[in-house]
């Protein structure tokens, strides 16, 4: 049986279309790392929870009193997303704080309280925490170099 390998290109690195290559294009250093796989990906995480919070708050409505969660949860995740990057036990803080707000839903949950008018604030203030982190320590400065060896 003979097998033949054919290699695929990456689609993260130079394209070319005719004589024109993107990584030829005049882009600054800043814009440049818009294309950093981390970068897209993460900043693609923090836009689809922030949307995905905002249908749902759409869809099922929420208290107008519940606004002040969302700019707490965002510098929240914005502080444990900016430890998780630089190693200072990031990864525990996470599963922590991850823990502790599924312990906070589930007590919703159990006292009869708007469990989805609650997860939708949160999952708007996470994405922009998660955007804003990715934003600051990935396009603006670089990702820095824990982060790169995860």
């Given at each position: 049986?003979?097998?033949?390998?054919?290699?695929?290109?990456?689609?993260?690195?130079?394209?070319s279309i005719g004589s024109f290559s993107i990584a030829d294009a005049p882009v600054s250093g800043v814009l440049q790392r818009l294309f950093d796989p981390?970068?897209?990906?993460?900043?693609?995480?923090?836009?689809?929870?922030?949307?995905?919070?905002?249908?749902l708050a759409l869809v099922v409505g929420i208290d107008a009193g519940l606004w002040w969660v969302v700019p707490l949860v965002a510098v929240?995740?914005?502080?444990?997303?900016?430890?998780?990057d630089r190693g200072y036990n990031g990864d525990t803080l996470t599963a922590v704080v991850g823990?502790?707000?599924?312990?906070?839903?589930?007590?919703?949950?159990?006292?009869?309280?708007?469990?989805?008018?609650?997860?939708?604030?949160?999952?708007?203030?996470t994405g922009i925490g998660f955007g804003a982190n990715r934003l600051v320590f990935g396009v603006l400065r670089p990702v820095p170099d824990h982060r790169r060896t995860r």
């Open positions: 049986m003979l097998v033949t390998v054919v290699p695929v290109p990456d689609p993260c690195e130079r394209t981390i970068v897209r990906r993460e900043l693609g995480a923090g836009v689809t929870n922030a949307v995905l919070g905002g249908l929240a995740t914005a502080l444990v997303a900016g430890a998780s823990g502790a707000i599924v312990l906070g839903l589930a007590w919703l949950w159990v006292t009869y309280r708007p469990v989805l008018s609650v997860l939708a604030v949160v999952l708007v203030g």
